[in-house]
Nanobody, 128 residues
Framework: QVQLVESGGELVQAEGSLRLSCTAS????????MAWFRQAPGKGREFVAT????????YYAASVEGRFSISKDKTNNMVYLEMNSLKPEDTAVYYC?????????????????????WGQGTQVTVSS
């Protein structure tokens, strides 16, 4: 089974940028639909972005559309989340997730329960 390790989270000022990385081992990112979720203190886990198996389709939460970008690096077996114009409300622990297969992925991608594997998370803090 694949293991996922996130990195790149840190304290950043509002309007700043960060790139989160998700390193996969025990499997190739091409074999999975990948996603980023986040969880702020006292809140539930929230969908951020996803990229499908071949990397040709991406979806974003409305709150991050136009500011965040998800991509796959098949050479290095990694997934990235490029975050720009960060806001204090983006503060959360960010999690990488992998999905083997789900028939209704293209309508259910924002549902955390369909994903098979999760990383431990990386903290992103945006100061105002």
């Amino acid at each position: 089974q694949v293991q996922l390790v996130e990195s790149g989270g840190e304290l950043v000022q509002a309007e700043g940028s960060l790139r989160l990385s998700c390193t996969a081992s025990g499997g190739t990112v091409s074999s999975y639909a990948m996603a980023w979720f986040r969880q702020a203190p006292g809140k539930g886990r929230e969908f951020v972005a996803t990229i499908n198996w071949n990397g040709g389709t991406t979806y974003y939460a409305a709150s991050v559309e136009g500011r965040f970008s998800i991509s796959k690096d098949k050479t290095n077996n990694m997934v990235y989340l490029e975050m720009n114009s960060l806001k204090p409300e983006d503060t959360a622990v960010y999690y990488c997730a992998a999905l083997i297969w789900y028939e209704n992925y293209y309508s259910a991608y924002a549902n955390s329960e369909i994903y098979n594997y999760w990383g431990q998370g990386t903290q992103v803090t945006v100061s105002s």
